[in-house]
């Protein structure tokens, strides 16, 4: 059931290619903005740039956010799964892996372009951070989603609740190069992926209600 | 989901949906309370009633979408849910969709094609949902839970919308599936075609 | 103008151009590339990896010339709500965006050798970049508009997007003298008066070659828009017919 909801995401993803690449163009382009803000500088860019591409990659996790769970609402997608006995923490769980796949691979597929962008020679602590850091910000995203699933403006609504959520993956992530960075990100993440499917099943159900 | 089979099983050994004192509170007002039930298979429900008595809520409570205010309800059986609302993707052909919802459930490309016989909708099976007329899509969910395979259909307003042709075929389907030990509730403003159905008037219930 | 609005009549011409400007693309592209990797002399500053500019110069005429089309496409279905012309303009936006991006990725490889990095933020790179972020947008935007049935909110973008073009040019320069340090000059492909006979033929032959598989391309994939928009309204006859 899991896999076939997870499959199912995927397929619908796939058929929607300029919905997929949207939050990759974003990554880039806000990683891209930075130059133009700080200036050109090689060192400065050097300096900066783990932190930009943490953030660009934070901002398109949320990007979706209004398409995440909102509409499986409002067209009864959601009635239909749970009168199948489907419990909505395993819906929770098949979408953030979904949620995962589609955003994140990418995200790491278009790293070396923003990392060319800033000018930055060593991707692979960054690549390495993102690939631990990224499921904790899919979790972070869907849970927004399924809170603002409903409301008007939940998108704008989800950035406020998500971002200081977000921090100390946010803080860890940046800090992936000092000794045990690596493992304070792994731990965080793991709880945030942990707790979500629950949360968020409870938000939906609170919606249901 | 409440499955507290066991229950039903000491009372009596044909399994049945019961429920009990059930009662709804919608947005702080009480829809009704003290409702009582028993479906065994083969057995129909009509619930009938104003807009606004609560059918569609009765609906949701018996699906398990809604929790109730009081009272229990006692289902063995599994659901067809047939709601208002589409739950197939529009851009998405008919048979995929359908499909996707009959691998869910365990149910394979026969189960799918029987349905949608069954609803007259297999020359539209190739298109893409978005482009069916409103009729055609209310069949589609009709079809939906007839390929679930699920003994009880919950089926809200199954007659809107519908031609006479379509009505009959949605009486013909309810009627074998009744006569294969299915179980249907419909909430309902008119007649469907249900051969002597028990009957729920809602606005009875309502105590003031 | 109007002799095209007919579908009918634009696809027999299309269907008669398609092959013809694919070969001619083709052959031309061939006898460019040829001479340019093979018959032409190594730059005596780059040496050979000024071939890359076969393939660049194109890719960057094309990308920039590309996004004209689209905005001209997009300015006569807005004001003539001509039918084809939003075809045309969704057409060619992604193979303009395609070879802006082909035109950036082979800057960056020529980049590597000469400059020593795969990029600078140039004022002429920049506002490449730039130029692919545009094309990006109008895709998503336009292929948003089409999931709901069309409309004309990309048409707009993209005429927006064009008088935005000399804005965002001259931003970008004022940004680069800004930091004129950390700029790099760039020789060769920039100072078009000093480039050689042997080298000028070839550039010309590909340039030429890649504009009619520009051009190919964007009426195969007019002809695919209209053969998918029969499909749609028939699947929608069918729906109605059928109750």
Redesign the interface.
Known sequence: MFWLLVRRDLALALRRPAALALPVVFFVLAAALFPFAVGPDAKLLLAIAPGVLWVAALLAALLPVETLVAPDVADGTLDQLVTRGLALETFAAARLVAHWLSFALPLLVALPVAGVLLGTPALAPLALGLLIGTPALAALALLAACLTAGLRGGGALAGLIVLPLALPVLIFGVGVGQPGGLQLLGAATLVIVAVTPFAAAAALRSGME | ?RRESGYAATMNTAPALIVEKLACARGGRLLFEGLGLRVERGGAVQIEGRNGAGKSSLLRLL?????PAGGRIDNPF????A???????P??RLRDELT??A???GRDAAAVDAALAAFDLL??AE??VG???S??KHRAVLA?AHA?GAELW?LDEPGVGL?A??LERLAAAMRAHRAAGGLVIAATHGDIGLDAPQKLVLDQLVLA | MHRFANPARFLRIARVLTLPLTLLGLGLTAAGLWIGLFDSPPDYQQGESVRIMYVHVPAAWLGSGGYLGLAVASAVALVWRHPLAEIAARAIAPVGAAFTAICLISGALWGKPTWGTYWVWDARLTSMLVLLFLYLGYLALSSAEAERGGGKAASILAIVGVINLPIIKYSVEWWNTLHQGSSIRLSGAGASSSIAREVLLPVLLSVAGFSLLFGAIVLMRMRAALAQQAVAARSRRIAAAYT
């Not at chain 2, 699906?63 to 929790?67: C, D, F, P, S």
């Not at chain 2, 599994?78 to 849910?81: E, F, L, P, S, V």
């Not at chain 2, 709601?83 to 993707?89: D, N, P």
């Open positions: 989901m699906a398990g979408l809604l929790r599994r659901i067809g849910w709601g208002h609302e589409l739950a197939l993707k851009n998405m996707h919802w691998r869910l459930d020359p539209l298109l893409p482009v069916l007329s009729g055609q939906r679930s919950l031609d042709a379509s």
